[in-house]
């Protein structure tokens, strides 16, 4: 299959936005997951600045309850590609016990948006790429493509800047830093069409395979450390062919039945699927806008 008009459009937009954001910055950074969007990303910025090295290193947040096979796959990627990787993580938070199980939003804020903030403090970047798409969740949908974060990275989506035309103002002023959304036009759609097309590997999660889950409260949860799982009375492990369409800590994060095991399969399942995305995204529950103002991606 050849690319579509559309996608070859986004692909140019993405590498545009890149080159100008990188040009404009003191000190960029790409935000890293190693989820599909996050991966498609950095693959566009090696397309960017081919042949040279990339310009900026891939930061990750490890929240000390990533799916393993995520890690190995972060860790892989980064040093076949180039990339410098940078992990930072809530070491104290880790020694405490700080868990999903138990301490909900407390557990978002201290494990990934802190965690996030200092590190952006500590590294001095000022453009910071991430892989966040307008038509993932509602608050993500009031995203500009250049989105300024106030001193302490606040979001103030009332303030945000005018986009028209394609114009993006990537000014700043003392203690300002921007976020840059490359792919804020692209679907769920785009995104794994794009990923078939290109032939890009991504973490082994997102392909079918048989796993150990639990059902709980009407989600699959892929139980990838039994020695951390805090079980509930009455609660079997069982072994199901299951995948992911979106990732995030393996506790709140469920996984949906399926038989895709390749890019193309994945494709044509997800544009026959009519739920949401992040339908297994346990930890969204009314918490994602108040936590993007408190300065997670």
Not at 109 to 123: F, I, P, Q, S, Y
Not at 175 to 180: K, N, S
Request: aromatic share 10%; glycine share 6%.
């Amino acid at each position: 299959m050849t690319m579509p008009a559309h996608l070859w459009a986004l692909e140019a937009e993405a590498i545009r936005i890149l080159r100008d954001g990188v040009a404009e910055a003191s000190n960029p950074v790409l935000l890293f997951s190693a989820g599909k969007d996050s991966t498609v990303l950095a693959h566009l910025a090696l397309r960017a600045f081919h042949p040279s090295r990339p310009p900026m290193p891939l930061l990750h947040v490890d929240s000390t309850w990533e799916f393993r096979d995520l890690l190995a796959f972060r860790d892989a990627f980064a040093a076949d590609r180039g990339f410098e990787l940078i992990v930072a993580a809530n070491e104290e938070g880790r020694r405490d016990g700080i868990n999903p199980f138990d301490h909900g939003d407390i557990y978002t804020t201290l494990m990934r948006t802190e965690v996030l903030k200092h590190a952006l403090d500590e590294g001095g970047y000022d453009v910071i790429f991430g892989g966040a798409r307008r038509d993932e969740e509602a608050s993500r949908a009031k995203e500009r493509i250049v989105s300024v974060r106030n001193p302490g990275h606040v979001w103030e989506p009332r303030f945000q800047r005018p986009e028209v035309g394609h114009l993006f103002n990537w000014r700043k002023t003392t203690g300002q830093t921007l976020r840059a959304f490359p792919l804020s036009n692209w679907t769920e759609f785009d995104v794994w069409l794009y990923i078939a097309l290109r032939e890009i590997e991504l973490a082994p999660l997102y392909y079918s395979a048989v796993r150990t889950v639990v059902d709980r409260d009407g989600v699959k949860l892929v139980v990838d450390d039994p020695t951390r799982m805090r079980w509930r009375e009455g609660e079997k492990p069982k072994e199901e062919r299951v995948r992911f369409r979106t990732l995030g800590c393996w506790p709140v994060t469920g996984a949906i039945s399926s038989d895709a095991a390749s890019n193309e399969d994945i494709f044509l399942e997800t544009i026959r699927s009519r739920l949401s995305e992040r339908q297994g995204r346990v930890s969204d529950t009314g918490s994602l806008e108040s936590q993007k103002r408190q300065g997670y991606f």
